[in-house]
């Protein structure tokens, strides 16, 4: 117990602002950052394939799509 207690108090909540530039050894350069949204092309593949598993499941007969979408929840 008394390493977690040690842990904590060792451990750092430090924030960094997204404006300031990153600091280097040749100087400093523009903070960047990663865009983890979708592309649209991922957004467009994600729509058909919704939309063909849609057309899928409702040609299923109504015992089976039932266990399908209620499984699939």
Known sequence: MKR???LRRR???????????????DGSI?????????NPE??????????ILKKTIQGLAPGFRTVFVLRDC
């Open 4 to 6: 977690c207690m040690k």
């Open 42 to 51: 991922q957004l467009y593949r994600q729509s058909e394939l919704s939309d």
């Open 11 to 25: 451990r750092n909540d430090r924030t960094v602002s997204l404006d300031e530039d990153v600091e280097t050894e």
């Open 30 to 38: 523009p903070r960047e950052v990663a865009d983890w949204a979708p």
